[in-house]
């Protein structure tokens, strides 16, 4: 049994524990507020660029781009976007998992996060690249990803390239989702699937009887539009990847501290008892020598 000394040392050492959860707590909340705050903020560009681009490839006739030609074979590239830090719950262990089901043999891998690199080395899989994950995200970082993407898709054996990354959806809910990023798909098909807030920002293609023209050709504004595009939407993946890191984390330190707290209530309660039997048989004992001597 548990001195009363040993109890001490335990409630100091969980007190200093919740200390440090609660300071990470309060720091991931504040961090938190900005990545949901950015994320919401990129999305309706996102979709008005889906929608434009539906709107061009309508009318580009027989256009041909090495990132919107199918191929008949090769492998799969999954982008595999996680965080360079842990404690934040089981926010990676629900995004590998995701990956751990694709086929090893029939998939190469891009790793964006140091708990992605170390799921590929670990699972002894194919790496194509790998990168880190900042806390802020810059537009840089997610062009030098997708510039590398691009280039394994159209010079090396890549029939198809997907993101795995997890989607911010609430500060409680974040999902792991897989999304096809080449070749680039039916734009309208990607516009359907986005969410029914996020779809009211984007315009009705012949509202008030609009009718778009491009110059020079809807050719030259595709091909010029698709890398910024490709771009732009690995900028998203990756603030969304954020605001859910931050959200997850907060809420993983909160627990964590609710639960140190609550130790540290049952570890004071037993110290309470310890100590009050230790008193009591004090007293036991000087009544005992009272009576013996009497």
Do not use: W
């Amino acid at each position: 049994m548990p001195s009363t000394r040993d109890i001490r040392r335990r409630i100091k050492s969980v007190k200093s524990t919740a200390q440090i959860t609660r300071a990470m707590q309060m720091v991931a909340a504040s961090r938190m507020r900005r990545a949901q705050q950015t994320a919401l903020a990129g999305r309706p560009y996102v979709n008005l660029m889906n929608h434009i681009l539906s709107e061009v490839s309508g009318n580009t006739g027989d256009f041909r781009h090495p990132l919107i030609e199918r191929k008949e074979a090769g492998k799969r590239l999954l982008v595999v976007v996680s965080t360079d830090k842990g404690l934040c719950g089981a926010l990676n262990t629900n995004l590998l998992r995701e990956a751990a089901r694709v086929e090893a043999d029939q998939t190469r891998f891009v790793a964006v996060g140091r708990k992605a690199s170390q799921f590929v080395a670990r699972t002894q899989r194919d790496l194509a690249a790998e990168y880190s994950c900042p806390d802020e995200p810059r537009f840089a970082d997610a062009r030098a990803i997708s510039r590398n993407v691009m280039e394994l898709f159209q010079n090396e054996d890549i029939q198809r390239v997907d993101l795995l990354f997890t989607n911010f959806k609430s500060t409680l809910v974040q999902n792991p989702q897989i999304q096809p990023f080449l070749p680039v798909e039916e734009f309208k098909s990607l516009e359907a699937g986005l969410d029914d807030e996020a779809s009211e920002s984007v315009p009705e293609a012949n509202a008030d009887g609009l009718e778009f023209q491009f110059e020079p050709t809807p050719s030259a504004v595709l091909g010029a539009l698709l890398p910024h595009y490709l771009n732009y939407r690995l900028y998203q993946v990756l603030l969304e990847c954020k605001a859910s890191e931050h959200s997850a984390r907060m809420v993983a330190m909160k627990s964590a501290t609710d639960n140190a707290n609550q130790l540290i209530k049952d570890l004071t309660l037993d110290y309470n008892k310890l100590r009050q039997a230790g008193i009591t048989n004090e007293l036991l004992e000087i009544s005992s020598a009272a009576l013996a001597v009497a």
